[in-house]
C-alpha cells in the first residue's frame, strides 16, 4: 500500500508566537500562516524599533488582519497579567490553543549590573517558564483536539547554540548562555510535568541564522566563514528555523519531547574525528 505524502498543515490550528513581529518571530509567524494557522503574534512595543516594526507588521499582514487570521498584540511576558491577556484574547478571536512558541529574548551586551543581568534571566528564562505553564492548561482542556490524537498541543522556545559551549569570548555572551541553559533546563522538567498530559515541549537551539540576533554581527562572521576559519561551511535561513518549527510542533513528532535540537550546521561538534572508510 503506497504511503500516504507527510503534511506540515497547520490548518484549524491556532498559535500564540512572543516576539512575533520581528527577526525570528516574524519568519515563524509567515510560516505558521503560510501553513493554514491562525496566530496570535505580540511584543512588547517599547523602543523605536519595535514600533517600528508593528507598523511594518500592520502593512504585511493587512489582509490577514482584516480576515481575522493574524491577532496583532502589544504586551510584556514578564508581566503575567499581560500574559494572561494574550491567552484570553487568543481564546476569544479564535476559540482554541495548540501551539505556543517563546521566541522573545534579548542579549545585552553593555551595562551588565545584577539588576540588568536579572531582567535578562527574566526575559529569557523565568517568564518562559511561567508562559508555558500557563498555555498548557488552555492546550490541555482543547475541546478541538480529537480523542485518538497523539497529542494535545505543543510547546516550544528558542535557545542558542552558546548555550554548549565550553568557555566565551565575553562576559556579556557568558551571561546571556547562562540564561538561556536556564530556558532549557527548565522546558525539560516541564516536559516531564506534562508528558503525562500529552503536551510536547522542546526547544530549537539557534545558530547563525540569517535573522533576528544573528544579524548583530553578521558581517564579521562571514568574513570569517569566507576565510575558512568557522567550522561550518554555511549559516542557517531563516526558513530552516520554521521548518525545525513546524516539524516540532507536528503531531506527529509527539514521541519527541523535552529536547534540546541544535541548529547549528555543526558548529558544536568541535573536533570529533571523521569516521575511517
Known amino acids: 500500500m503506497e504511503a500516504a505524502p507527510i503534511s ?24 505558521f500562516l503560510a501553513a493554514g494557522a491562525r496566530v496570535t503574534a505580540f511584543h512588547r512595543g517599547l523602543s523605536q524599533e519595535s514600533q517600528q516594526a508593528e507598523e511594518a507588521f500592520r502593512q504585511d499582514f493587512a489582509e490577514e488582519l482584516a480576515e481575522g487570521r493574524v491577532l496583532l498584540l502589544r504586551a510584556d511576558a514578564i508581566r503575567q497579567r499581560d500574559r494572561a491577556r494574550v491567552l484570553s484574547e487568543t481564546i476569544r478571536a479564535f476559540g482554541r490553543l495548540d501551539t505556543l512558541i517563546n521566541n522573545a529574548g534579548v542579549c545585552y551586551r553593555e551595562e551588565l549590573t545584577p539588576q540588568r ?3 535578562q534571566r527574566m526575559i529569557n ?7 508555558s505553564r500557563e498555555a498548557a ?19 516550544l522556545a528558542i535557545s542558542s547554540y552558546v548555550t554548549e559551549w565550553k568557555s566565551y569570548p565575553s562576559e ?19 516536559a516531564l510535568e506534562l508528558r503525562p498530559r500529552d503536551i510536547n515541549v522542546n526547544v530549537i537551539a539557534l545558530g547563525v541564522v540569517y535573522a533576528g540576533m544573528g544579524l548583530a554581527t553578521i558581517g564579521r562572521k562571514e568574513e570569517a566563514l569566507r576565510a575558512g576559519e568557522l567550522p561550518v561551511t554555511k549559516f542557517a535561513s531563516g526558513e530552516a ?10 503531531p506527529l513528532c509527539h514521541y519527541k519531547t523535552g529536547r534540546v535540537e541544535v541548529l547549528d550546521g555543526g558548529w558544536n561538534l568541535g573536533e570529533i574525528s571523521a569516521p575511517k572508510t
Open 8 to 31: 506540515l498543515s497547520r490548518e484549524g490550528q491556532v498559535a500564540v508566537i512572543s516576539g512575533g513581529t520581528r527577526g525570528v518571530g516574524l519568519l515563524l509567524t509567515r510560516g
Open 117 to 119: 543581568l536579572r531582567q
Open 125 to 131: 528564562a523565568t517568564s518562559p517558564l511561567r508562559f
Open 137 to 155: 492548561d488552555l492546550i490541555g482542556k482543547n475541546p478541538h483536539a480529537r480523542p485518538d490524537a497523539p497529542t494535545r498541543g505543543a510547546i
Open 172 to 190: 556579556y555572551l557568558k551571561h546571556y548562555a547562562r540564561s538561556k541553559q536556564l530556558l532549557e533546563r527548565g522546558m525539560k522538567r516541564l
Open 241 to 250: 528555523a520554521v521548518f525545525e518549527a513546524l516539524c516540532l510542533t507536528h
